[in-house]
């Protein structure tokens, strides 16, 4: 019997330290739904939710890279950038994403108007990396 009750216990602790971490919308939704269960049933719905709230977040990321568009109107330096935060950004989720790739992809995002320099970049043999590429598009830019 004290075994029991001292789970009970640890189990109210437990659920109480859980609970008291969230906002409070979510403490007065939570408490009362699981006011009759365990600090695992709690703990494991939570840990769904979040999860599948990430998981949700990281395709959400990629899809936003792979439908990222170069306008003709803006900086392409400063769509440069913004292709570099989205990609940070996957890469900070746990994604891998190596340079070549991150150099491929903004080569393959150029406005229209860069068609040749497009053509120029993917020609070149030798592998560039991000700092190169963005010298090399600074000065086309600004030429």
């Known amino acids: 019997?004290?075994?029991?009750?001292?789970?009970?216990?640890?189990?109210?602790?437990c659920k109480?330290?859980?609970?008291?971490?969230?906002?409070?919308t979510l403490?007065?939704?939570?408490?009362?739904k699981y006011a009759n269960s365990t600090a695992k049933?709690?703990?494991?719905?939570?840990?769904?939710?979040y999860k599948t709230e990430d998981a949700g977040n990281?395709?959400?990321?990629?899809?936003?890279l792979f439908d990222f568009r170069m306008e003709n109107s803006k900086s392409v330096i400063t769509q440069?950038?913004?292709?570099?935060?989205?990609?940070?950004?996957?890469?900070?989720?746990?994604?891998?994403?190596?340079?070549?790739?991150?150099?491929?992809?903004?080569?393959?995002?150029l406005p229209l108007a860069w068609k040749e320099c497009r053509k120029e970049l993917k020609q070149k043999r030798d592998a560039m990396t991000m700092q190169e590429l963005v010298k090399y598009i600074q000065v086309e830019e600004n030429s």
């Not at 019997?1 to 602790?13: A, G, L």
């Not at 494991?44 to 939710?49: A, I, Q, V």
């Open 41 to 49: 049933e709690l703990w494991d719905d939570l840990d769904s939710k």
């Open 16 to 24: 109480g330290y859980i609970l008291g971490g969230l906002s409070d």
């Open 58 to 64: 990281k395709k959400f990321l990629i899809s936003k």
């Open 80 to 109: 440069i950038h913004e292709l570099q935060m989205i990609m940070n950004l996957i890469i900070s989720e746990g994604h891998s994403l190596d340079e070549s790739f991150q150099v491929s992809t903004i080569i393959s995002k």
């Open 1 to 13: 019997m004290k075994q029991k009750q001292r789970w009970k216990d640890d189990d109210t602790y």
């Open 27 to 32: 403490y007065d939704v939570y408490e009362i």
